[in-house]
């Protein structure tokens, strides 16, 4: 009964290739988040969707791209993978904008060599 | 923006001992503050959360305390047990954004 899930678990890529991280969720929620999370530190916004409105970070590399096809399917492009970025992707969604719970997904655990 | 620190960044305690994280934040007008815990390769989840409307909830062996003059607040846990340990992030929402910004984490070890 997983509510936010996120493929794959791991990720492995090379510099420079590439890659595409998805997450999917069953709460018909209104809001989808995209969080870096490096070790030991507090996950990172780097953008999210409010339906189909996009809000990017301020200080979200243009290496990072997103896409929100429909309310359930969110995903994350890096586009040119550098050794930094290396890390915890973590998705979360929540009912809508407001003081609301986020949900999280397990996060993809991505590996650049 | 808002800016929220949380310390200690690591807490050893043992089984039975109680522990206090605490966090504070930037942004007076902040309205609503939710703690996650994260165990080892697992999401994030929610444990409890407070709004500025109140002072003080409790759920079971966990509580939460907001003071909003002083723009701290801390998480209580009583008789601690081996599976909470865990890494804990504080979180605040700021009055000019329903995004939350998160506290370093604090890595919560509880010996048998």
Same mark, same amino acid.
Request: proline share 6%; with cysteine.
């Given at each position: ?6 493929? #794959? ?7 420079? &290739? #590439? ?18 999370? &490096? ?41 040119? #993978? ?16 407001? #003081? ?14 | 923006? =808002? $800016?929220?620190?949380? +310390?200690? %960044?690591?807490?050893?305690?043992? =089984?039975?001992?109680?522990?206090? /994280?605490?966090?504070?934040?930037? @942004? %007076?007008?902040? $309205? ?16 409890? @959360?407070?709004?500025? $409307? ?12 907001? $003071? ?7 998480? +209580?846990?009583? =008789?601690?047990?081996? =599976? @909470? ?13 329903? /995004? ?8 919560? /070890?509880? +010996?048998?």
């Amino acid at each position: 009964d997983a509510m936010v899930i996120q493929n #794959p678990r791991y990720q492995v890529t090379q510099f420079g &290739k #590439p890659v595409t991280l998805s997450c999917s969720q069953t709460l018909n929620h209104n809001v989808m988040y995209w969080y870096q999370q &490096k070790s030991s530190q507090a996950p990172k916004l780097l953008f999210h969707y409010y339906d189909k409105d996009f809000n990017n970070e301020a200080d979200t590399p243009d290496n990072f791209q997103s896409r929100r096809p429909n309310t359930s399917f969110c995903f994350l492009d890096i586009r040119s #993978p550098g050794l930094g970025d290396a890390a915890m992707y973590l998705c979360a969604t929540s009912r809508d904008r407001g #003081p609301e719970k986020l949900f999280f997904g397990s996060g993809t655990q991505l590996s650049v060599l | 923006g =808002e $800016n929220v620190e949380q +310390h200690p %960044s690591t807490l050893s305690v043992q =089984e039975g001992d109680s522990a206090v /994280i605490k966090c504070t934040y930037s @942004d %007076s007008a902040s $309205n609503y503050f939710p703690w996650y815990k994260q165990e080892l390769g697992k999401r994030p989840q929610l444990i409890i @959360d407070i709004r500025s $409307n109140v002072g003080e909830k409790k759920d079971q062996r966990i509580a939460v305390t907001l $003071n909003k003059t002083a723009k701290h607040f801390s998480l +209580h846990i009583t =008789e601690t047990q081996p =599976e @909470d340990s865990a890494v804990y992030f504080c979180a605040a929402r700021g009055g000019g954004s329903y /995004i939350p910004t998160f506290g370093r984490g604090t890595s919560l /070890i509880v +010996h048998p």
